[in-house]
């Protein structure tokens, strides 16, 4: 289910709700793409919490895919190194993020350098978030 980014505190507030009850592991798929300019400022306010709001309520990162580059500068410098046999186009899916780190780069914009010269706004394109046994 698609859900628009302007109702995403919405979810998380039923996530809370639901998941304590639930009897099988619950997974969230975010996809993380750029926030148009015309709506930054409204959204940007209600989407930059939503994964630590998610840990919050006992979710955690179990995979990060990341954005522009396969190893974005960030991920190097902090020792991360994507998992092997599983590229994805310009990107990497990564399973070991400490979760300061995973909150910190799916949250916010974080200029990267790629290609001949161009800039990224993000890192991270899409997060798997857990909870439950599983």
Same mark, same amino acid.
């Given at each position: 289910?698609?859900?628009?980014?302007?109702?995403?505190?919405?979810?998380?507030?039923?996530?809370?709700?639901?998941?304590? #009850?639930?009897?099988?592991?619950?997974?969230?798929?975010?996809?993380?793409?750029?926030?148009?300019?015309?709506?930054?400022?409204?959204?940007?306010?209600?989407?930059?919490?939503?994964?630590?709001?998610?840990?919050?309520?006992?979710?955690?990162?179990?995979?990060?895919?990341?954005?522009?580059?396969?190893?974005?500068?960030?991920?190097?410098?902090?020792?991360?190194?994507?998992?092997?046999?599983?590229?994805?186009?310009?990107?990497?899916?990564?399973?070991?993020?400490? #979760?300061e780190h995973a909150i910190m780069w799916s949250s916010h914009s974080i200029p990267q350098k790629y290609g001949k010269g161009k800039l990224s706004p993000k890192i991270?394109?899409?997060?798997?978030?857990?909870?439950?046994?599983?």
């Amino acid at each position: 289910m698609r859900i628009p980014k302007s109702r995403t505190s919405e979810v998380a507030r039923s996530l809370q709700n639901a998941t304590p #009850t639930a009897e099988r592991p619950v997974f969230l798929i975010m996809s993380l793409m750029k926030i148009p300019e015309v709506d930054q400022h409204k959204v940007a306010a209600k989407t930059s919490r939503m994964p630590e709001s998610l840990v919050d309520i006992g979710f955690g990162f179990s995979y990060v895919v990341s954005a522009a580059v396969p190893q974005p500068d960030l991920f190097k410098e902090h020792g991360y190194h994507p998992l092997p046999n599983a590229p994805v186009a310009r990107r990497a899916v990564y399973d070991c993020l400490c #979760t300061e780190h995973a909150i910190m780069w799916s949250s916010h914009s974080i200029p990267q350098k790629y290609g001949k010269g161009k800039l990224s706004p993000k890192i991270v394109r899409a997060i798997l978030l857990a909870k439950g046994n599983g």
